[in-house]
């Protein structure tokens, strides 16, 4: 992976058909996909449940571009061998998950992934400057994570703009996470993020059978971001 700041549309596959993960992500690659953003929840970090590390090994050969592994899971240590293993590019782990984020993104590193951190909506940002030198990406979560379809919490743009002032030109990326359409999409690129994360604003209207409406949706939030 090499690093710039092109937008980049990491469709979540928490919208997909979960009976055809394989076929809906190469028709999302195939319709203009950058990344692909896998959300792994424990029922315990987060009120839900999806999938673990076999289910991320099932579905990595269909994968051409970037797994971006988002764990809303706690604790995260034990299991970020299972995750590299897989075959995560990209391990995400919350600030919130335990009282030791600097082990795990050092851990995470180790296993030869890219280390992401991610911060829940009431988060400030105080708490990643001395982590800065250690992660490659920074997600902002724009809703509480557990769920896809919730409603973008507009009071993330500030914070975004105020975390790419903190990074400078240092090669980490932003991602934003929940809520992502047309219309939020701008107002995050303009803040800075580069990385934006939909689930239901890509999926929605589409199946593996019909997957045109993929690429409409993401052609329309690449436009709008383009706009910003
Ligand atoms: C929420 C997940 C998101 C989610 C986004 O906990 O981390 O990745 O799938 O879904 P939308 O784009 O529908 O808000
Ligand atoms: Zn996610």
């Known amino acids: 992976m090499t690093f710039d700041r ?3 549309i990491a469709p979540s596959i ?11 992500i190469q028709a999302v690659e195939a319709q203009g ?3 692909i953003h896998v959300d792994v929840m424990d029922g315990h970090f987060v009120p839900n449940l999806t999938f673990g590390p076999p289910l991320c090994k099932a579905i990595r050969p269909h994968i051409k571009t970037v797994m971006d592994v988002h764990l809303m899971i706690a604790p995260v240590d034990p299991y970020i061998d299972a995750f590299a293993d897989a ?4 391990l995400t782990a919350h600030l919130e998950a335990g009282p030791h984020i600097h082990r795990t993104l050092q851990a995470i590193r180790g ?5 992401g951190l991610a ?3 009431g988060t400030g940002i105080d708490d990643v400057a001395y982590l800065l030198d250690m992660v490659d990406l920074i997600c902002v979560m724009t809703v509480n994570p557990g769920f896809g379809g919730q409603k973008f919490i507009h009071s993330q743009i500030d914070k975004v703009k105020r975390l790419r002032e903190m990074i400078g030109d240092r090669p980490i990326h932003i991602e934003i996470d929940g809520g992502i359409t047309p219309e939020t999409a701008p107002l995050m ?4 993020a580069d990385v934006l994360v939909a689930g239901s604003a890509v999926f929605k ?3 593996v059978q019909n997957p045109a409406p993929y690429g409409d949706n993401i052609r329309a939030i690449r436009a709008a971001a383009g706009s910003a």
């Not at 075959?87 to 990209?90: K, L």
């Open 119 to 121: 911060l829940n909506p």
């Open 111 to 115: 296993a030869g992934c890219k280390a």
């Open 189 to 192: 690129v303009a803040a800075g």
């Open 6 to 8: 092109s937008i980049k």
């Open 14 to 24: 928490l919208s997909a058909d979960f009976a055809n993960f394989g076929q809906e």
């Open 87 to 90: 075959g995560a590019d990209i």
């Open 33 to 35: 996909a950058d990344w």
């Open 205 to 207: 209207g589409g199946s």
